[in-house]
């Protein structure tokens, strides 16, 4: 196939012009991490803080708190400190780092015990007398699900949560439920707490500068809109695909599996984007208001378009690996899915008869998180009599794809006429932006942006309680229909494959395929 590469460098002093961001430098305040010794943490959370440090987006007076129930003391700094060099893309001779551990501390409390939480209000109240900090105060759930409950609550006996004064908001990492009615259940006893305008319910995926570009790429753009209908597009596909395993995680995932993991909240979200209409503006209100729209009119998905799978032993970038069974802490007679497909439709005069199909998996030949828009084929293919002499034996349908990660960009299939072919040859050619090319490598990892909107009140890019449970009762039915019959043939893929074949039939039946070429 040929293939044509946009390079689409930005001058320095392009990006001159730019405006800062020095109007979005929150107030003093602490951020308190709970479940701290966790690799999220130390891979993510402080790597991430440290490039808002470096791009002068923090408050000068500012401190991060470590809380979990092991006992560290400044072993955590250090521990950070490490993180933050090896996970961050740091020289570990910038300045900057020993000032920034300055700002880290650490508290050893029980999650689920309340006395605790005194004392960490004392320890809290201390440390913004020392720092000359105000009563900010973001508190992140970087725990197991289960203590999100007695964390919250704990918070409110001791008056940390609604302060007279200052902004106060609370991070809940995913899993936010594990169906609808555990989803309905946290969010009564969030809310008893927390005010919903003080809750950010956090998908990493939306701290993606691509997730974040496909509004500007939609809205921002005049030649994509008026075409972005049922009436120009075939389908759309978007994946989710991992070549890891459950790296050590086996009771987590044994509870979890492919579609609560990733379907139901990541790939909703990569949907929502792509199919939503305009805002009225980019305010957190209006854009969350247009998403819960477009998965109020999804139908409810039948049972038949939903398959999964789980992986057996295979080769994964050149490594023999073992299968889903055979991990560390997984039942040997699992039936959790490592793989999961659905077929769904939008009802609504922009999509109603598009389908949409959504996979996620483990052990897949690559690693890759993309949106792929097929356009329907011109009425009258006339150059497809003309075909059979040339290089090309069919005129491929334009594809728009949007590269998610690993490698981040934008691709424009289309067909152009071969050069010195008397019969009018056509072949597909690419237009690709990529980000790296024009922007340069970002050491960012995604947290950066919403952990500044988490401080800053800006809940534009986190899930409403709305949208969580309306996604939950889409599929929770998927998940209680898969618990009441164990799948009859599991391992039903091998690792480093494309999933199962009754994936591969789920779109068959309206003459697709999967879109395999990707990464």
Same mark, same amino acid.
């Given at each position: %196939?040929?293939?044509?590469?946009?390079? %689409?460098?930005?001058?320095?002093?392009?990006?001159?012009?730019?405006?800062?961001?020095?109007?979005?430098?929150?107030?003093?305040?602490?951020?308190?991490?709970?479940?701290?010794?966790?690799?999220?943490?130390?891979?993510?959370?402080?790597?991430?803080?440290?490039?808002?440090?470096?791009?002068?987006?923090?408050?000068?007076?500012?401190?991060?708190?470590?809380?979990?129930?092991?006992?560290?003391?400044?072993?955590?700094?250090? /521990?950070?400190? @490490?993180?933050?060099? @090896?996970?961050?893309?740091? !020289?570990?001779?910038?300045?900057?780092?020993?000032?920034? $551990?300055?700002?880290?501390?650490?508290?050893?409390?029980?999650?689920?015990?309340?006395?605790?939480?005194?004392?960490?209000?004392?320890?809290? /109240?201390?440390?913004?007398?020392?720092?000359?900090?105000?009563?900010?105060?973001?508190?992140?759930?970087?725990?197991?699900?289960?203590?999100? $409950?007695?964390?919250?609550?704990?918070?409110?006996?001791?008056?940390?949560?609604?302060?007279?004064?200052?902004?106060?908001?609370?991070?809940?990492?995913?899993?936010?439920?594990?169906?609808? !009615?555990?989803?309905?259940?946290?969010?009564?006893?969030?809310?008893?707490?927390?005010?919903?305008?003080?809750?950010?319910?956090? !998908?990493?995926?939306?701290?993606?500068?691509?997730?974040?570009?496909?509004?500007?790429?939609?809205?921002?753009?005049?030649?994509?809109?008026?075409?972005?209908?049922?009436?120009?597009?075939?389908?759309?596909?978007?994946?989710?695909?991992?070549?890891?395993?459950?790296?050590?995680?086996?009771?987590?995932?044994?509870?979890?599996?492919?579609?609560?993991?990733?379907?139901?909240?990541?790939?909703?979200?990569?949907?929502?984007?792509? =199919? %939503?209409?305009?805002?009225?503006?980019?305010?957190?209100?209006?854009?969350?208001?247009?998403?819960?729209?477009?998965?109020?009119?999804?139908?409810?998905?039948?049972?038949?378009?939903?398959?999964?799978?789980?992986?057996?032993?295979?080769?994964?970038?050149?490594?023999?690996?073992?299968?889903?069974?055979?991990?560390?802490?997984?039942?040997?007679?699992?039936?959790?899915?490592?793989?999961?497909?659905?077929?769904?439709?939008?009802?609504?005069?922009?999509?109603?008869?598009?389908?949409?199909?959504?996979?996620?998996?483990?052990?897949?030949?690559?690693?890759?998180?993309?949106?792929?828009?097929?356009?329907?084929?011109?009425?009258?293919?006339?150059?497809?009599? %003309?075909?059979?002499?040339?290089?090309?034996?069919?005129?491929?349908?334009?594809?728009?794809?949007?590269?998610?990660?690993?490698?981040?960009?934008?691709?424009?299939?289309?067909?152009?006429?071969?050069?010195? $072919?008397?019969?009018?040859?056509?072949?597909?050619?690419?237009?690709?932006?990529?980000?790296?090319?024009?922007?340069? $490598?970002?050491?960012?990892?995604?947290?950066?942006?919403?952990?500044?909107?988490?401080?800053?009140? /800006?809940? =534009?890019?986190?899930?409403?309680?709305?949208?969580?449970?309306?996604?939950?009762?889409?599929?929770?039915?998927?998940?209680?229909?898969?618990?009441?019959?164990?799948?009859?043939?599991?391992?039903?893929?091998?690792?480093?494959?494309?999933?199962?074949?009754?994936?591969?039939?789920?779109?068959?039946?309206?003459?697709?395929?999967?879109?395999?070429?990707?990464?």
């Amino acid at each position: %196939m040929a293939s044509a590469t946009v390079q %689409m460098k930005i001058r320095p002093e392009d990006l001159k012009q730019v405006p800062k961001s020095g109007e979005r430098i929150p107030n003093p305040g602490i951020l308190v991490i709970f479940g701290a010794s966790g690799d999220l943490t130390k891979r993510k959370l402080l790597p991430a803080l440290f490039h808002l440090e470096q791009d002068g987006l923090l408050p000068k007076d500012f401190a991060i708190v470590g809380v979990a129930r092991r006992a560290l003391g400044d072993e955590f700094a250090a /521990d950070m400190r @490490e993180g933050i060099i @090896e996970f961050g893309n740091v !020289d570990k001779a910038d300045p900057r780092i020993e000032e920034f $551990t300055k700002k880290i501390g650490y508290y050893a409390l029980s999650f689920d015990d309340a006395s605790h939480y005194a004392g960490l209000k004392q320890e809290l /109240d201390k440390i913004a007398a020392e720092k000359n900090i105000g009563p900010d105060r973001l508190f992140y759930l970087a725990t197991a699900p289960e203590y999100f $409950t007695p964390i919250i609550e704990n918070l409110g006996a001791q008056g940390m949560a609604q302060p007279e004064q200052g902004r106060v908001g609370v991070v809940i990492e995913k899993p936010f439920g594990h169906d609808l !009615d555990s989803a309905r259940d946290l969010n009564h006893q969030v809310n008893a707490v927390f005010h919903e305008n003080q809750v950010f319910r956090i !998908d990493h995926y939306l701290g993606k500068e691509t997730v974040q570009n496909i509004l500007v790429f939609r809205f921002g753009n005049g030649i994509f809109e008026p075409i972005w209908n049922r009436n120009y597009i075939d389908h759309v596909q978007i994946t989710a695909a991992e070549t890891l395993g459950v790296e050590g995680r086996g009771p987590f995932y044994e509870k979890a599996g492919a579609l609560r993991d990733v379907v139901q909240n990541h790939v909703m979200e990569l949907l929502s984007f792509v =199919t %939503m209409e305009p805002p009225s503006s980019f305010e957190a209100e209006a854009v969350r208001r247009e998403k819960v729209k477009v998965w109020r009119a999804i139908p409810s998905i039948n049972i038949k378009d939903a398959v999964r799978g789980q992986y057996g032993p295979g080769v994964v970038e050149g490594k023999k690996v073992v299968g889903y069974r055979d991990e560390e802490r997984v039942n040997p007679e699992s039936g959790t899915e490592t793989y999961a497909a659905v077929k769904l439709g939008i009802e609504n005069w922009r999509w109603a008869g598009v389908p949409f199909y959504l996979r996620a998996g483990k052990r897949m030949k690559k690693r890759a998180t993309e949106i792929s828009i097929q356009f329907r084929q011109p009425p009258l293919l006339i150059f497809n009599r %003309m075909q059979s002499s040339g290089p090309c034996t069919d005129i491929q349908p334009n594809l728009l794809t949007i590269r998610i990660q690993p490698n981040e960009g934008i691709a424009l299939r289309f067909g152009a006429k071969v050069p010195n $072919t008397p019969n009018m040859s056509v072949c597909p050619v690419n237009m690709d932006f990529d980000y790296a090319a024009a922007f340069g $490598t970002s050491t960012a990892n995604g947290y950066e942006r919403l952990l500044l909107d988490a401080m800053l009140g /800006d809940q =534009t890019l986190f899930a409403h309680r709305d949208g969580v449970e309306v996604t939950w009762s889409l599929y929770t039915p998927i998940l209680e229909a898969w618990a009441a019959k164990n799948p009859e043939v599991f391992p039903n893929y091998f690792a480093g494959t494309w999933g199962p074949d009754c994936a591969d039939r789920l779109l068959e039946h309206e003459g697709h395929v999967w879109r395999n070429n990707i990464g």
